[in-house]
């Protein structure tokens, strides 16, 4: 499906397979807006969609920025907000009330300096703030809980003595005295990989990739939850156009913001070969704000069923102002140049914005039809009735129809709402409403087919005007803080209609959109920015009289020297260029880093594996290291006996059902026979892997990094002297927790000092040089020296196993000190009494996963 976009709002689509069969496509359309004070006009450049999950600093390891668009529903609806709290007039305070007031929502967190319990067990303010991050690292929790990037209550103490206390807490709540625990509490995302998310799943948790679900059948038997990214205290039931927002405390200018939206909303049409226009029905399904920027964003979705994933159609996407709903006609009289260039486009672009002078919208879409008027997916889905699997129904997916000219339908016969539902879409009554359940649904408008309708003339340019409109007035400037400001898409709808008042259409019904794995989203073509005008006369509102007279509007203001259009003279043509977006991923690949040619015949011979093996086919140019086009004669047999084992070994490592931490527990109780003999395992995981460093070579490279410092810092001086004498004696070499207590002296030592030198200067230069000289960690273990690794299965990172690789590969690892990686091990019972799991691995083969994505991701704000 081709998606042509005529305005500002972004949007994209995903192509998924439903358990039952078929394809769905879901379209995800999203407006961007500035946080002023009364009405938040939409921003002059728009957020693109976001095709994957956004951490900050671009770690996987922290909280999320903002979680992908690319889902293919929301059972619920997401208020999310992700930035810093601010203190009133930006004067440093030791504590303040975070609260957002959105709809059903209505939350407060309260918002401390750093504090930390001192060694004679009274509670210490260390400092006043005038802003402060409301990211999960500053939130209570820790390893093994339901924040696991959260502030360990009752931790360590640290070299000081001090022991700290997370900065986020819950309103009314009081510490006493230490080791008091209370629940992780935050605004933001919560990443799929955290137990509140991943537990969704069930049985498919070990399995899931987010990078790669689009390629499966979506099991039917997992929680539909799982794709909502709010905390359960900030999804709602919907979400209006015209939202009213009330923020305290989270904005840099206005301790107390009160704002709406200004209700504009997408609508779209989709036309098949052969049938009439088609009306997509949307639901606003998220709202992001982020407040160091001062801007939120709507997302909106919408679902239809495919034949398959190229089915032929084209949709067009418009931005409808508060109280106006557009035909078909409207748009096409607005943009005809566009429809025409789509229709010429080839069938693997499926996303394409226009610059046209006409009205001003402007999108980004990758879409499919949805039959109007059917109810929500999951409308009847509730968590612990089901899941998707209490969803189904039957219903048949529809021939596609003949070909012919998408733009110029022959019938006049409007699709039947219901053949295009998903099989296991459920009509029942719905615990969860369906926006049109909320405000009085309004069919879409029957269109009859261009050949048979009279189609109005485009009125003449402004110019000349057949209704006078009011005077185009140029768009003003965005003023500073508390004045308001003005939208450059501002035009030619009618009034907004007053807070409260459902400014919405019909909702859509679940079916979802494509883009067979690997996801992409095409560069668009943008839209030039007109001049905001006044509000047409309401008679005319949602007219294609008043489309045309606002389209001339823009193409007189595009041009200096606009040539006048006569009734029969069609809209310029379309500027056509990339927009600048660049390119998607989302494609995952596995690089075999090694394996252990010893194993070779054991993992042949595991029965769980032979089926596998056998179906991989005979020989693989891929792995075949010989010349393809040498005579068969020359090729070495010992060559062509490592490709046929790289090839089984891959097949392994990348077909294999993987398993987690608890399977590998599982694997090794099975694997004890009746009369007590052990034959140890081989199991296939899937997660992150961490290489440790050298406690040791840490203490070296970390005075190595600041002796250039010691000049003039006496303190630093004297404890780099101390660990130097210290690094002479013998009996350092074998105290890995009397290293770490220096390592920790000296950075405390290098702290202290007042240098103009990034918090982050001792920590780079330090794990560049171990990371260079790959000064692992090793534990000799099996009768010989190993690295240790702590590898972690996806949502538990929170729990390690040691996974033991040969120490010659020190020097073959990428140079990483985390990477995600399937591996083939032989499960062990623990080897090393320090370590707090209960068994080992013994890797006997590796792979690196890695992620072809250029999207771009937040960096440190």
């Known amino acids: 499906m081709d998606v042509i976009s005529t305005g500002p709002l972004r949007a994209s689509s995903v192509v998924w397979k439903p358990a039952r069969g078929g394809f769905a496509l879901t379209v995800v359309c999203k407006a961007t807006y500035v946080l002023t004070p009364g009405e938040s006009p939409l921003a002059a450049e728009q957020e693109y969609i976001n095709e994957d999950d956004n951490h900050w600093n671009d770690d996987p390891a922290r909280s999320l920025y903002s979680p992908s668009d690319l889902v293919p529903f929301k059972v619920r609806c997401d208020i999310l907000l992700v930035g810093h709290a601010f203190a009133p007039r930006g004067e440093p305070v030791r504590s303040l009330t975070a609260h957002i007031l959105i709809g059903e929502v209505d939350k407060a967190i309260t918002v401390h300096g750093d504090r930390a319990w001192g060694q004679d067990g009274q509670l210490r303010e260390l400092s006043r703030f005038s802003k402060m991050p409301l990211r999960y690292e500053r939130a209570a929790g820790g390893p093994e809980t339901t924040n696991p990037v959260g502030v360990r209550q009752g931790g360590r103490p640290d070299p000081y003595g001090n022991i700290a ?7 009314g709540f009081h510490i006493t005295a230490p080791g008091q625990l209370f629940e992780p509490i935050g605004f933001g995302p919560i990443a799929p990989s955290w137990p509140a998310r991943r537990e969704k799943l069930g049985r498919h948790a070990a399995n899931w990739s987010d990078a790669t679900w689009t390629a499966r059948p979506l099991p039917d038997d997992i929680d539909p939850l799982y794709f909502n990214a709010a905390p359960r205290d900030q999804q709602t039931q919907d979400i209006r156009d015209n939202e009213r927002l009330v923020l305290e405390n989270l904005h840099p200018a206005h301790a107390r913001l009160v704002t709406s939206l200004p209700g504009v909303r997408p609508q779209a049409f989709v036309v098949r070969p052969g049938a009439a226009p088609n009306e997509i029905p949307f639901r606003c399904d998220t709202l992001w704000i982020d407040t160091d920027r001062s801007l939120c964003t709507l997302t909106w979705r919408s679902q239809l069923m495919l034949d398959r994933p190229d089915q032929p159609g084209r949709i067009l996407l418009a931005m409808a102002q508060p109280g106006q709903r557009l035909t078909f006609e409207d748009i096409r009289a607005v943009a005809p140049s566009a429809i025409a260039m789509g229709a010429s486009l080839s069938e693997e672009q499926t996303s394409v914005t226009v610059d046209v002078e006409p009205e001003p919208e402007s999108g980004r879409t990758t879409i499919a039809p949805t039959p109007a008027g059917a109810a929500l997916p999951f409308a009847s889905a509730a968590r612990g009735q089901g899941g998707l699997k209490s969803l189904r129904q039957t219903a048949p997916v529809p021939p596609l129809p003949s070909q012919s000219d998408p733009f110029n339908p022959q019938s006049d016969k409007s699709p039947n709402v219901n053949d295009g539902a998903p099989a296991w879409l459920s009509r029942s009554s719905a615990s969860l409403p369906s926006p049109s359940s909320i405000a009085p649904a309004q069919p879409p408008p029957v269109i009859a087919p261009p050949v048979t309708a009279p189609v109005t003339p485009p009125p003449p340019p402004v110019t000349n005007p057949v209704i006078a409109p009011p005077p185009v007035v140029p768009s003003p400037v965005v003023p500073a803080a508390p004045a308001r400001v003005e939208s450059p898409w501002a035009s030619m709808a009618g009034e907004r209609p007053p807070f409260g008042q459902d400014a919405r259409q019909s909702s859509p019904n679940i079916a979802v959109a494509p883009i067979p794995p690997p996801r992409q989203s095409s560069p668009g073509i943008s839209m030039p920015i007109p001049p905001a005008a006044a509000p047409a006369a309401s008679s005319t509102s949602g007219s294609a009289l008043a489309a045309s007279n606002a389209a001339a509007s823009a ?58 093996i056998a179906s991989l086919r005979p020989k693989s140019p891929e792995f075949d290291d010989s010349d393809p086009f040498e005579d068969a004669v020359s090729k070495s047999p010992e060559k062509e006996k490592e490709a046929d084992d790289r090839r089984d070994v891959y097949g392994v490592l990348t077909r294999a059902e993987t398993t987690d931490l608890e399977g590998v527990n599982e694997a090794i109780a099975d694997a004890v026979k009746d009369d007590g003999t052990f034959i140890r395992p081989l199991v296939v995981l899937a997660g992150d892997i961490a290489f440790p460093f050298d406690e040791l070579e ?22 780099v002297d101390t660990v130097n004498e210290l690094l002479k004696t013998p009996w350092l070499q074998s105290g890995t927790g009397v290293a770490e207590g220096l390592t920790g002296r000296v950075k405390e030592a290098f702290a202290q000092g007042n240098r103009m030198l990034p918090p982050s200067y001792l920590e780079t230069h330090t794990e560049r040089i171990l990371l260079e000289q790959r ?20 949502g538990g990172a929170s729990q390690t196993i040691p996974a033991y690789l040969p120490e010659t590969l020190s020097k073959k690892l990428p140079m990483f000190q985390t990477m995600r990686v399937r591996l083939i091990a032989e499960a062990h019972l623990q080897q090393d009494q320090y370590e707090t799991h209960p068994s080992a691995l013994r890797v006997i083969a590796i792979g690196r996963v890695a992620s072809l994505n250029g999207s771009p991701r937040p960096s440190s704000r």
């Open 165 to 171: 206390i997370p900065n986020l807490q819950p309103p």
């Open 555 to 612: 193409a007189a203001w595009a041009s200096a020297n606009p040539a006048p259009l006569s009734p029969e003279a069609p809209l310029p043509s379309p500027v056509v260029r990339p927009a600048p977006r660049p390119p998607s991923g989302g494609r995952e690949v596995t690089d075999l880093l090694w394996f252990d040619p010893e194993f070779i015949d054991r993992i042949r011979d595991e029965p769980k594996w032979k089926k596998l």
């Open 698 to 719: 840490t203490l070296k490279a970390t005075v190595t990094a600041v002796t250039p410092l010691i000049a003039g810092d006496k303190k630093l001086k004297e404890t």
């Open 775 to 794: 000064h692992y960690q090793r534990r000799t273990v099996f009768g010989e020296p190993w690295i240790r690794s702590l590898f972690s299965s996806p």
